[in-house]
């Protein structure tokens, strides 16, 4: 079921050094391989999308210089359509530097460019009708807020990726939500609570659906009756996480697109996001659809 999804914010040129434990303090840390990928919340999303069977186009925008040549090129080469980016003259292009530890853990510092216009007049909201579903980053409030807000108004499903260290407004991108996902720490920043319950308690004020993921906790959800539903992490070693989240909201909001229901796609991403983990290299490591139905089916 080739099914059509559009991702709207950011994608990145993430630089990734390995190293064998995170610092924490002033000091040098030796990295042990340096590797440079896409990334980028949205970018990423799509390219998971592409990887499982879906037609995903990436609505961002990206500075023209080299990174974001190289941003463009590498989502064109994952078969992710890219006409409708928007290139912004004399902009910078937002970049990551990725800290990865032999556990699994990371650390990443973001350079998100101010040269790139906020503005989203110029997304290409005509073209939502013949979509099946829109994901949307909160790096970008305003287009998401825009695509979010058509995708509903078509009847859509508008899926929310709600990351911690994002615009403080992200909570208008929840309102305009039908699925937000969050990240724990997302939930925690946005909705000012550290108990991921009273989050979500919080969070249902403003979206039909929400969720937060866990980590190795699994992840919560308000169900259709208003209760708190769990579903615990499929066990696998992690590998490299960076990336995991935005592979799952990928997989989610292609999993809706195809007419899963709510928590068959919690399943289908949350499967989806921990063969990601159990291997490394980036985009390298997402999986494809015959490895997820597998492991579904193993349960």
Sequence with gaps: MNVRVACVGGAVLDRVY?????????????ASSYREFGGGMAG????????????????GRVGDDAIGAGVLAGLAAEGVATAEARVVEGAVSSHSLVLSDAEGRRAIVLYRSDGLDPDASWLPLAAVGGLDAVLADNRWIDGAVAALTAARAAG???????D?????????????????IF??????EIYGTSDPDEGLR?????APFVAVTLGEAGLRWRDARGGLASLPAFPVRAVET??????????FALALAEGQPPE??????AATAALKCRGSGGRASYPGRTAVEDLLRQG
């Design 18 to 30: 390995e190293v064998a434990a995170l610092p924490g303090t002033d000091g040098k840390s030796r």
């Design 44 to 59: 990423n999303a799509a390219v998971a999308i592409a990887r499982l069977g879906g037609q995903a186009r990436w609505w």
């Design 156 to 162: 859509l499903p508008a899926v929310l990726d709600a």
């Design 164 to 180: 911690a260290g994002a615009d403080p407004r992200s909570r208008e991108a929840v309102q305009a939500a039908s699925h937000a």
């Design 183 to 188: 990240s724990e720490p997302g939930l925690a």
């Design 202 to 206: 919080h969070a249902a004020a403003d």
């Design 242 to 251: 960076v990336g995991a989240g935005d592979v799952f909201h990928g997989a």
């Design 264 to 269: 068959d796609a919690l399943r289908f991403a």
